[in-house]
């Protein structure tokens, strides 16, 4: 079930209109100079995503990658449902703090971003800037089958169905919805994929940049953003 | 007989002032004034006046030797000449204003003439 | 303008009888001289004397006090000049004026011609005789004038030249005012009246230069209300 | 007190001595959280473990220089801080830099770190981040006021500016500490203490859902890890100068860990027991209970 | 020499003569009406220059070859003289002023001109009381003809009004001569023997005389046919009727009240002073500029007639003090009369129209400034011996009145100036008439000869040959040349003066002479940046520059005041420069006078009316305990703290400082402020602590200085403004300044004076800093900047570093003045104020941050992207002051350790040891190398830590931040900066509200509502203004007889 397809993609020819605030306008400096403005040049870094090598030192590598196994951060950032089950991890039931995983409040502090459920159109968008916002290495686990496969709401005309087309996942979560429990058991296999090594999503989203964006951008019709949020 | 003069000319002064302050025609005022100007004057020969001298001039009547103890003070005599034509002068005056002024807006009430003022 | 007897009335009556209680007060606190103070004592001993004149009035006027004099003739000729600039700015054109008025009549064309020789011949003599009995330059000169008033009278559109007049009154103020400076010049001190010989006292040409200072006032007067009497009389209105 | 170059060696002992201290400190203090509430809490290492991954981190933005340097005044202030005040009293390795500067020279290096931090957080054009900072400026301003007027009321007590002699004065029996010989200024210190160590309830300038945690919004990899050796230098550091002018001050290192973790427990306590106070009942809080006590200090001294 | 006779003899031949002309020669009647007057002019100025010079002696002129009182003498003394001077020259000047207008009306109106002219002197001449009247009724019937050489038609109304109170004045004054004569036997006025006030005969007969010529000076409030004669009267004969008139009928009050015996001085002082504040207080509420002349000049005669109240105890200095007032006076109310002539409009706003000719604004500016009695003018001279006679004397309350009034003056007349600098031009320049304009001139080089002719004749020394105020001066004459030369010669002065002085001043005084002088040729250097000529500029810098200089070199309490009204001066005209600074203006030199007029007063009772009075006597006066010195205390205490602008003064500052030019804000605020600290200084040297009541003074003002720190700071954070805010700012430090100095310790001492070096450094730094920005941005308002970090980079850093070391953080030099703080209140005994200095110091910081963030940090404005740098001449100063902030942090022993040492042998004691590089105090030490390099250590590794980790980090752009997870869209709405501290109004922010502005505004809204209400006695009826006359009379004459019974 790939979210590409003629019935999913409607009207793909017709240019979306930017948004007011968007579109380029002009404006008069102090000094009388005419000023053109293009907000989506102007105003955001263009540079696209760096593959970053690793540590040159093996030793180094896998230390710094104890070290990020267990002190995941995750962003505090529901999409779905399945936040709800996000809750409770910190509780005194489930207590996710002792394996080093806490909540944070901006993406540049996180390096997990946990897409909790349903992702609808409109929410990738904001998944994908939250997600490009966040220092690499960073993790994307999926959690319930719609980031899998669309789950129930697998013929939506509005949510993906397939999370990995637009972001590098390493990780899913099935159940609808999974229990904290099954989410700390992803955590800790989260956590042994990061200390293999294996957990190299930004370098693999980065390396595959233009895939990635064509297929985000075949979902989202209004594109008002710049290819890489920084 | 010197203090009836002298009450005269107050009265006379306070009579044209009185006339002068309540009558609105500008033609009035300047008759109060005049008549005050006039009750002035009559004080002041009033007061140059000794009761039984002669005037001073010195002819036959009054001796040259005798003038000091015979004539009355020739002073305000003299003063008065001055004081009448200058308010002779000044009374012209203003008749000539009131003559422009009348002129000018073809009325005689002081109270119209009150563009100036604050 | 009512005659109402308002509260303005009554404040001015108010006002003015406070005023009134101050000049009560003079009133009553007037005792007249039984002598002469010192300035009028120095006048009756010294008038004949000094400047040879009878009248004492007049020797103080023209002499004592000539300064104020002069002031006087100035605040007529001032006010001569100032009717004229008052009323010389709603002048009506010439001859365009007093026409209107119904012809004065015989008995008074007739009677001006008779009396105005001897007006002019009174007005003189009191004017030069100033020094010796009552009367004086101003006096004549208001005699002079009003022979002129008459002759106004008589003739509403009548014209006198202003030019004449204008020069009488110049020529004489300016004589007036040379014989000042030149008592400066040649005796005590300014409008000194000893420029000229004393003269016999009592006699006509005695006291100086009084009779002929009252000449010109004379002169000067009679001139200053004629300007004025002309000014009114040729206004548009008259 | 004059310089010698192996004060250098001996100031570099402090800082790390108390970056570890602070470092495993924090994280008990955390741990002691967590078990009040029923959890078992975060390993007593966890903080070394985030600063590694922290300066491990591979992509790093920057907003300019002034965003650059925040994190670098912040903590040039919490170390300074450290080393301007005599850490251990009587010792001659600890008495790091005191020489430069008295008493006051501590209280407003205070700011350094504060104005440095703002002016980075300020650069990251982040509306957050301002407006944290204008919280949390305005907060200080009315919580520091009681510190102010308790320490003039103790150099007041004391004739003198300087802390080891501060220190010096209260030593000889527990009794000579100033929070016995003067619990009027003690009292009003420490709501200064509760008021700005930016736990409840005096936080909500960096309240982390509301402003994602305020200031330090953009802040992120050794940006962020140079700020978290400062969250746990600077309390301590602040704490050290509690401790010496109130406390009695500390011999040995023992007595460090014990009066600081014991002094920096009081907002610890004070706070797991209170909800939040938004910035001006927190200004009002300090003029209504702070400011008095404070000038009740320097009026009976 | 000619007699003076000659010139009445003059007067009269040459009327007579027009007489004598045809209606046509209106050329020769001007030719003989101009020879007239010139030969009298001749006359009066050679015997003037005669008496003064002493090669001739006052005599009488007989008259009629007979010695007075028998025949009317005319006396010419040296007042005489002058005054006839004043008269025939402002007669000459009228006359060819008014010439087309005279030609309009005919020859006779020459005559009447000329006429009047020798009326006017024979008035002055004459020592006969009849003779008197005669001159009197000759004036009133020239000027009921001169009044009709207007075009305005209302004119002739006020004429017949004039007349008709003048038929009053005749009958009252005839009454009184006759009597007069009748009790004293004689006209002379010198034969009037000296009167005890009595109601009955001679006495009542001198009363009637008096007031009589009393209600000639139009007194307030019987005078409204005077105003009318003003407002509509051509102004070439307003100026003759004011200049002349006035001054030759005062001159004849004068000789009769010089009669009448002391008795009587009291119903001059008394009528005077109702007159001068009754008008004044009128004149707040006028429009009309001929109007609004007119009651000045019924103002400023009353005072006049004020100063004939004191005769008694004026002594020889009388002639001195009315003369300065009067003919100062007669000269500028001249020439702004004749000024009004070359105006269109008459609303005072129309005289914006000014602005066309620099001359004749410059001759305004001169002209207010010799009605107020600034200096250099004579009147200032005058007014400066007139206080002291009062105080001598004990007459407080008068002195107190005549000083309020000037207040007022000073209110309406500078604001109307402000209207003519500011307001919009409501006409098209009409083109000035040359002869006018000429005429203006003569005038205003007049009043300037006045001055120095006064200031010839004055004991103190002639300001005008100060070496500051002349230099100062020339810059009028430099004015065609471009304004970079004009400010290489300016900076060169002020080195060169401080160069020349400074080794002759004591650390103290070099100190604020580095601060006010070098300081102030480092800010000129910003000055680079204007192009063209900038007129008025330089001679407004360098009047204050020359006053601060002369300040400083001040040995006596006149010299002080005069160096402080100059500098008064010359900062109004600056500040007045700014765009939008026209009411901050007039609050200022409002603020600044009543403040001058306090000193003033405070000199003026010091030395109890003995000059000169050596600044070192307070010393004298405060150890001889005497009752008056804590008043004198108080009252230079007032005179100063409204210039340091402490809370209660403090609301001229914020306007004033915020809306002056980028270069002269930090003049304003970096220097000036610094004059009233210095002021203060030299009074608490001297005086010490003084107790009042039972309250230490100085107490008092450490609570003025903490609540000004506390309150300004306060204030500052909530202003959107950032000149503003630094205004508020500086109106803070000021506080904490004061609060130093007052607590009347060595090291207390010490701190204001690092107030005194770092404030100006860092306010001017910040000033200039936030000028550049205004100048590339346009904007004072700092929500709508933002992000300029990158665009202004050495801007940024010169506020950082300015913030830095103003907030009092370490390493930079604002630290020092906080050590010091504390250590000076520990050796003090005073407690509760430092609580709203501990307060107000983390305010400071609040607003610090506010204005250097929301300008530079942040997010940068669509229109602000192209923006560049500040100009170079305004960085340079900043970068000096960086450098100098940096080094004064380092090495501050370098400058204080000697006034360290100087305080201390004030205070005999040794506060502060200085070993090596450590600076020991008895409680505490500091070492500011030390500091420094263990910060710059410690900054440096942890530096170098993070390029480490972070050598690689993206440079990002201004919207890539998180925000949410959505983007912004418009710098404007992600700029967090307007109401910033809004967490703080909502605690605090009933101390924002402004009670303070209440109360001033309170007090001149019900100034102006008095003088609104009060105004309509005026109602324009003749007959009322008789009555009123009438009213007046009577009501002297019963409270006068209430007083006697």
């Known amino acids: 079930m790939k979210d590409i397809d003629k019935s999913f993609r409607k009207d793909t020819e017709t240019e979306f209109p930017l948004r007011e605030e968007l579109r380029p306008r002009s404006v008069t400096a102090p000094d009388g100079q005419v000023i053109e403005i293009d907000p989506l040049q102007d105003y955001f870094c263009q540079e696209p995503p760096k593959v970053h090598k690793q540590s040159y030192f093996k030793i180094v590598e896998d230390f710094y990658n104890w070290a990020r196994a267990h002190s995941l951060w995750i962003l505090g950032f529901g999409t779905g449902c399945g936040a709800i089950e996000m809750r409770p991890l910190m509780t005194p039931r489930f207590d996710a703090y002792r394996y080093g995983i806490q909540w944070r409040p901006t993406p540049r502090q996180a390096n997990l971003l946990v897409i909790s459920g349903y992702l609808s159109v409109k929410t990738l968008k904001r998944a994908i800037r939250a997600y490009e916002q966040m220092p690499s290495p960073k993790y994307v686990v999926g959690l319930g089958s719609c980031t899998i496969n669309g789950g129930m709401y697998w013929d939506s005309y509005n949510t993906i169905k397939r999370l990995d087309d637009y972001l590098p996942v390493d990780l899913y979560i099935a159940g609808c919805m999974p229990r904290p429990e099954a989410l700390l058991a992803g955590f800790m296999d989260l956590k042994k994929l990061i200390r293999k090594g294996k957990a190299e999503g930004a370098n693999k989203y980065a390396e595959n940049f233009d895939w990635y964006k064509a297929n985000q951008k075949s979902v989202i019709k209004d594109w008002d953003m710049p290819d890489y949020n920084w | 007989m010197h203090l009836v003069a002298m009450a005269a000319g107050f009265a006379l002064i306070l009579l044209g002032l009185y006339g002068a302050l309540t009558h609105r025609n500008i033609l009035r005022m300047i008759v109060g004034f005049t008549l005050a100007n006039t009750g002035v004057h009559v004080v002041l020969v009033s007061v140059g006046y000794m009761p039984g001298r002669a005037a001073p001039i010195l002819d036959g009547a009054v001796p040259v030797g005798e003038a000091a103890a015979r004539i009355i003070d020739p002073v305000p005599q003299a003063l008065v000449l001055t004081a009448i034509v200058i308010g002779l002068g000044i009374t012209a005056l203003m008749l000539a204003y009131a003559y422009r002024l009348f002129r000018a807006r073809g009325s005689l009430d002081i109270a119209d003439y009150t563009e100036l003022k604050w | ?238 | 007190m004059s310089f010698e170059w192996i004060q250098l060696a001996y100031a570099a002992l402090t800082v790390f001595i108390v970056i570890n201290y602070g470092l495993i400190m924090t994280a008990v203090v955390q741990k002691i959280g967590a078990r009040v509430g029923g959890r078992y809490g975060i390993p007593v290492w966890q903080n070394y473990i985030d600063l590694v991954k922290n300066i491990a981190l591979r992509s790093k933005i920057s907003h300019g220089v002034m965003f650059y340097l925040g994190p670098v005044f912040r903590l040039t202030g919490g170390i300074g801080l450290l080393l301007f005040v005599p850490t251990i009293y009587g010792s001659v390795m600890h008495q790091n830099f005191a020489f430069a500067g008295d008493l006051i020279l501590a209280l407003y290096f205070v700011f350094f770190g504060t104005l440095g931090m703002a002016l980075g957080a300020g650069e990251s054009g982040h509306p957050h981040a301002a407006i944290g900072v204008s919280r949390g400026l305005a907060q200080v301003t009315a919580a520091e006021l009681p510190l102010a007027l308790a320490v003039f009321a103790i150099s007041l007590q004391y004739q003198t500016l300087s802390i080891t002699e501060i220190v010096a004065a209260q030593q000889g029996g527990i009794f000579n500490w100033t929070l016995f010989t003067n619990p009027i200024a003690t009292l009003a210190a420490m709501f200064a203490l509760v008021g700005t160590m930016m736990r409840a309830p005096f936080d909500v300038v960096v309240a982390p859902q509301e402003i994602p945690i305020g200031p330090p919004t953009e802040y992120h990899s050794a940006y962020l890890a140079l700020m978290q050796t400062n969250r746990v230098l600077f309390p301590v550091a602040k704490t050290v100068i509690y401790m010496n002018l109130f406390f009695g001050g500390a011999s040995n290192w023992a007595e460090f860990a014990v009066k600081v973790f014991a002094i920096y427990m009081v907002s610890v306590l004070v706070g797991v027991v209170h909800p939040r106070f938004r910035v001006e009942q927190s200004i009002r809080f300090f003029l209504k209970w702070g400011l008095p006590v404070g000038i009740l200090a320097i009026l009976v001294v | 020499m000619v007699s003076a006779i000659f010139i009445i003899a003059a007067g009269l031949g040459a009327g007579f003569l027009i007489g004598l002309l045809r209606e046509e020669q209106k050329g020769a009647a001007f030719a003989v009406a101009l020879a007239a007057l010139g030969f009298m002019a001749w006359v009066s100025v050679s015997w003037f220059i005669a008496l003064a010079s002493g090669t001739a002696q006052a005599h009488d002129i007989i008259t009629a070859g007979t010695q007075p009182p028998f025949a009317i003498n005319l006396r010419m003394g040296l007042a005489e003289a002058g005054l006839l001077s004043v008269i025939t020259l402002t007669g000459l000047a009228s006359l060819i002023y008014m010439a087309p207008a005279l030609h309009a009306l005919g020859r006779r109106a020459f005559a009447v001109l000329v006429i009047l002219v020798m009326a006017l002197s024979g008035l002055v001449l004459t020592r006969d009381i009849f003779n008197l009247f005669v001159f009197f009724e000759l004036i009133v019937i020239a000027t009921g003809g001169l009044v009709l050489l207007s075009d305005d038609k209302r004119a002739v109304a006020a004429g017949f009004k004039y007349l008709v109170v003048s038929q009053i004045v005749g009958i009252l004054l005839l009454i009184g001569i006759i009597f007069t004569y009748h009790a004293g036997g004689s006209l002379n006025i010198d034969d009037i023997a000296a009167q005890p006030m009595a109601f009955t005969g001679a006495g009542l007969a001198l009363f009637l005389l008096l007031i009589a010529l009393i209600v000639e000076l139009k007194p307030f409030p019987a005078n409204g046919w005077a105003l009318d004669i003003y407002e509509s009267a051509h102004p070439g004969f307003s100026a003759l009727f004011s200049a002349a008139s006035a001054t030759a009928a005062l001159y004849a009050a004068d000789k009769l009240f010089a009669a009448a015996g002391p008795d009587w001085l009291p119903l001059a002082t008394v009528l005077g002073l109702v007159s001068f504040l009754g008008a004044n207080l009128l004149g707040l509420a006028q429009r009309n500029d001929r109007r609004l002349l007119g009651y000045s000049s019924i103002g400023q005669i009353g005072l006049v007639l004020v100063v004939v109240g004191q005769r008694d105890i004026l002594g020889d200095a009388y002639l001195y003090v009315a003369g300065g007032i009067l003919f100062t006076h007669a000269v500028a109310k001249a020439g702004l009369y004749w000024i009004s002539g070359l105006v269109p409009g008459r609303d005072l706003a129309d005289w914006a129209v000014l602005r066309a000719n620099p001359v004749l604004l410059f001759a305004f500016a001169a002209f207010i400034a010799m009605l107020l009695g600034l200096p250099p003018f004579a009147g200032f001279y005058a007014k400066w011996d007139l206080a002291h006679a009062l105080t001598g004397a004990d007459r407080l309350p008068v002195l107190g009145l005549v000083l309020l009034g000037a207040l007022i003056e000073a209110g309406y007349l500078f604001r109307w100036f402000g209207f003519a600098l500011k307001r919009p031009n409501p006409v098209a320049f009409p083109g000035f008439s040359t002869t006018g304009f000429a005429v203006v001139l003569v005038a205003l080089a007049g009043g300037w000869g006045l001055g120095f002719a006064w200031g010839a004749g004055s004991v103190h020394g002639n300001l005008l040959l100060a070496a500051p105020l002349i230099f100062a001066l020339a810059f009028l004459l430099l004015e065609p040349l471009p304004a970079w030369a004009k400010n290489i010669l300016a900076i060169a002065g002020l080195l060169g003066w401080v160069a020349l002085r400074a080794p002759e001043y004591d650390p103290l005084h070099l100190v604020f002479a580095l601060v006010m002088l070098a300081g102030g040729a480092v800010i000129l250097l910003a000055s680079f940046t204007a192009k063209g000529e900038r007129l008025g500029f330089y001679p407004s810098a360098m009047v204050m520059y020359a006053g601060l200089a002369l300040l400083i070199d001040a040995q006596t309490s006149f010299q002080f005041f005069a160096a402080w009204e100059l500098l008064t001066i010359g900062s109004y005209f600056l500040i007045l420069r700014g765009r939008e600074s026209e009411p901050h203006a007039l609050s200022y030199i409002l603020f600044s006078l009543g403040g001058a007029f306090a000193i003033l007063a405070g000199f003026a009772l010091a030395s109890g009316g003995l000059q000169p009075f050596a600044l070192e006597n307070l010393a004298a006066i405060a150890e001889a305990g005497l009752p008056v010195a804590p008043w004198v205390f108080v009252l230079l205490a007032l005179g100063f703290l409204t210039k340091t602008a402490s809370v209660g003064f403090h609301i001229w500052l914020p306007g004033a400082h915020a809306e002056a030019e980028t270069d002269v804000s930090p003049m304003v605020s970096g220097i000036l402020l610094k004059a009233g600290l210095f002021g203060l200084w030299i009074l608490l040297m001297h005086m010490g602590a003084q107790r009042l009541w039972g309250v230490d003074l100085t107490y008092l003002l450490v609570w003025i200085g903490a609540l000004s720190a506390f309150l300004g700071a306060v204030l500052a954070i909530f202003q959107e403004d950032a000149k503003r805010l630094l205004a508020y700012s500086s109106i803070s430090q000021m506080g904490y300044a004061l609060f130093g100095l007052a607590l009347m310790n060595h090291l207390g001492w010490l701190l204001a004076l690092m107030f005194v070096i770092n404030h100006y450094v860092y306010k001017s730094m910040l000033f200039l800093a936030v000028g550049g920005v205004y100048h590339r941005t346009g904007t004072k308002l700092m929500y709508k900047m933002g992000g300029l970090i990158t665009l202004m980079p050495f801007t940024f850093v010169s506020v950082l570093v300015g913030i830095i070391a103003m907030s009092g953080v370490p390493p930079l030099s604002g630290f020092g003045g906080r050590w010091v703080f504390y250590n000076a209140i520990m050796s003090s005994e005073m407690r509760l104020p430092v609580v709203l200095i501990f307060m107000s110091g983390p305010i400071a910081f609040l607003y610090l941050f506010r204005l250097i963030h929301t300008i530079f940090l942040g997010q940068p404005k669509d229109e602000h992207r192209k923006l560049r740098e500040a100009p170079f001449w305004l960085l340079v100063p900043q970068m000096i002051f960086v450098a100098f902030l940096i080094g004064f942090a380092v090495l501050p022993g370098m400058v204080l350790r000697k006034v360290d040492a100087y305080i201390g042998g004030h205070f005999g004691d040794e506060a502060l040891a200085w070993s090596g590089r450590t600076i020991t105090s008895q409680f505490g030490y500091w070492n500011p190398v030390a500091i420094m390099l263990v910060i710059g250590a410690i900054f440096v590794i942890v530096l170098a830590l993070l390029l480490m980790m972070n050598r690689n980090a993206q440079k990002v752009k201004q919207f890539n931040i998180v925000f949410s997870a959505e983007r912004p869209f418009k710098p404007q709405t992600t700029h967090f900066a307007w109401n910033f501290f809004a967490p703080y109004r909502k605690a605090l922010g009933f101390l924002e509200a402004p009670h303070v502005t209440r109360f001033w505004g309170g007090i001149t809204d019900s100034l102006h509502a008095t003088a609104d209400f009060t105004r309509r006695i005026y109602t324009g009826n003749g007959q009322t203004y008789a009555a009123q006359v009438l009213v007046f009379v009577v009501a002297v004459y019963l409270v006068v007889l209430g007083g006697v019974s």
Not at chain 3, 153 to 162: G, I, K, M, V, Y
């Open chain 3, 1 to 238: 303008m009512s005659n109402r007897f308002s509260i303005r009335h009554a404040a001015v009556l108010g006002l003015l009888a406070l005023l009134g209680l101050a000049f009560w007060t003079l009133l009553a606190g007037y005792v007249p001289d039984t002598e002469l103070n010192r300035t009028a004592a120095y006048y009756a001993e010294n008038t004949a004397r000094e400047t040879g004149a009878q009248n004492i009035v007049t020797a103080i006027i023209v002499t004592y006090r000539g300064l104020d004099t002069l002031g006087e003739v100035t605040v007529l000729f001032l006010t001569a000049a100032i009717v004229a600039l008052v009323l010389g700015q709603s002048k009506a054109p010439r001859g365009g004026t007093g026409s209107g008025f119904l012809p004065s009549g015989e008995l008074l064309a007739t009677g001006t011609r008779m009396l105005l020789p001897i007006i002019l011949l009174f007005g003189a003599y009191v004017a030069v005789n100033g020094h010796l009995t009552p009367g004086g330059g101003f006096q004549g000169g208001a005699i002079l004038a009003s022979g002129m008033l008459l002759l106004l009278l008589a003739d509403p559109a009548r014209r006198f030249s202003h030019r004449i007049i204008a020069r009488v009154e110049s020529v004489s103020g300016l004589a007036y005012v040379a014989i000042g400076v030149l008592g400066v010049a040649l005796a005590g001190g300014f409008l000194d009246n000893r420029i000229l010989p004393l003269g016999q006292f009592g006699a006509l040409l005695s006291a100086g230069a009084i009779p002929l200072i009252y000449a010109l006032v004379g002169l000067k007067v009679g001139a200053e209300f004629s300007s004025m009497l002309e000014s009114l009389e040729e206004t548009e209105d008259s």
